[in-house]
């Protein structure tokens, strides 16, 4: 069992179902009408990566993954060939891999750093998309430094969701190589935090109808440590961190099927750290009222201030907050959750602190969940931000948590707009009382 907070029965059942779930697809697909058939293939990408996902979570030893990873990488091209040859226009842009997607990655792994074969590497970039919209840096990169044919775009267009666990691996690449190690050590420190949105927690619940496994790991980093030739050390022990997969690679396939890569060459392309966000000084700003509020809630991030103005032009009526709660949390300025969903409102607290580069909150022990621990995240986070200089804003929102960080030096203007604009703020005290 790879998976550190894994059961093997729970693995024993997912990997049934997904075998139930060939089986039954191998007899009724060929009686079935052929919108149907490839609607049904088309669908099947998913499964098949979760399939090899699974079975290395579980345990399985590497050589038998090897063989699943090239299995499912040739299969996966003749389908999607099918599918695009007889789908026509309405299949036209469908791609089984897209990089932006965590299990994209994990694929990428198996197939990259176990498989010994020179041609299927080159047949798991024929999987990958070429549409702008579904591409990502980071994996190019990656993929370029095993496969040299893979082209790098002009421009990608960011993918928000992708962007808190791969900027850094992107950041770490664009260092020297002496310092690339920490980098990446550092990156390791938050990773399961940065994973909590795809379902990371301190400790599942993997009883019936509660969590689900969590089967994921840093596959990100062992593609960039393998391309770049990058020491591990620091880092190796961590339970997140595929270390086997690195083995493998390092002792089997680097000076095999790889041997052509000079050393530390990774991907051969110039890589551009990642901007940092655009920062203007609060007290220099010209922007009034409703934008003047949002960029003090932002911390003068003016990315994220247009971000919100332009979903949200005008301030909300009364009693009409939603949108305006939606819109600050998607731009990570704010955190906006259910009144129990401690799950949601931890790792939201987790994307606003580290986007205002403060660091990791460590979270109270007790109480275990709810509408309490919801309560008392919110207190903790409020005193850990001030020693910071920074407070929680809580915006009266019936039923759910929204909270924004702002300034302690700028509250009492904050305070003062959110006034003006009839936006409800409540006393942290009061609102967090639990």
């Not at 999607?80 to 007889?86: A, P, R």
């Amino acid at each position: 069992m790879r998976d550190p907070q894994g059961e093997p029965q729970k693995y024993a059942v997912m990997l049934d179902i997904e075998i139930c779930k060939r089986e039954k697809m191998a007899r009724h697909l060929p009686g079935l009408p052929l919108k149907h058939v490839l609607y049904r293939m088309a669908g099947q990408f998913w499964e098949d990566q979760k399939y090899v996902l699974y079975r290395y979570g579980q345990g399985v030893d590497l050589a038998t993954l090897a063989d699943d990873a090239a299995a499912c990488t040739r299969a996966m091209l003749a389908d999607l060939h099918f599918v695009k040859k007889e789908g026509g226009e309405l299949y036209a842009d469908i791609c089984p891999v897209e990089g932006a997607w965590r299990w994209n990655y994990g694929l990428a792994a198996m197939v990259l750093l176990l498989v010994e074969d020179p041609q299927v590497p080159a047949a798991f970039e024929g999987l990958m998309s070429d549409a702008p919209d579904q591409r990502t840096w980071l994996f190019d990169l990656l993929v370029k430094a095993f496969v040299p044919a893979r082209p790098i775009a002009r421009h990608y267009q960011p993918n928000r969701y992708a962007l808190p666990w791969s900027e850094p691996v992107v950041r770490a690449l664009a260092l020297p190589p002496a310092q690339q190690p920490a980098a990446l050590a550092r990156h390791m420190e938050n990773w399961t935090r940065l994973m909590r949105p795809y379902g990371w927690k301190p400790e599942l619940d993997l009883s019936p109808g509660r969590d689900r496994l969590f089967c994921d790991f840093a596959f990100e980093v062992a593609l960039a440590v393998c391309g770049w030739d990058i020491d591990d050390s620091a880092f190796a022990s961590h339970p997140y961190y595929p270390r086997d997969l690195v083995t493998w690679y390092r002792a089997r396939v680097r000076y095999g099927r790889d041997a052509w890569r000079a050393h530390r060459a990774g991907a051969g392309a110039e890589i551009m750290a990642p901007p940092l966000p655009s920062q203007s000084g609060l007290a220099a700003s010209t922007r009034q009222g409703y934008a003047r509020w949002i960029e003090l809630a932002a911390d003068g991030d003016q990315e994220a201030t247009d971000a919100v103005l332009e979903a949200v032009g005008a301030p909300p009526e009364a009693g009409e907050l939603d949108e305006l709660a939606c819109a600050l949390g998607d731009a990570d300025i704010a955190v906006y959750a259910d009144i129990e969903d401690d799950d949601t409102l931890a790792a939201q607290m987790d994307a606003v602190s580290v986007a205002r580069g403060l660091g990791v909150f460590d979270e109270p022990g007790a109480p275990p969940s709810g509408q309490a621990r919801c309560a008392a995240l919110l207190r903790g986070w409020d005193a850990w931000l001030a020693e910071r200089g920074y407070r929680l804003a809580s915006v009266d929102v019936e039923g759910a948590w929204h909270a924004l960080v702002v300034r302690t030096a700028c509250m009492d203007e904050f305070r003062a707009l959110a006034a003006k604009l009839m936006v409800p703020l409540r006393d942290p005290a009061e609102a967090f009382a639990g």
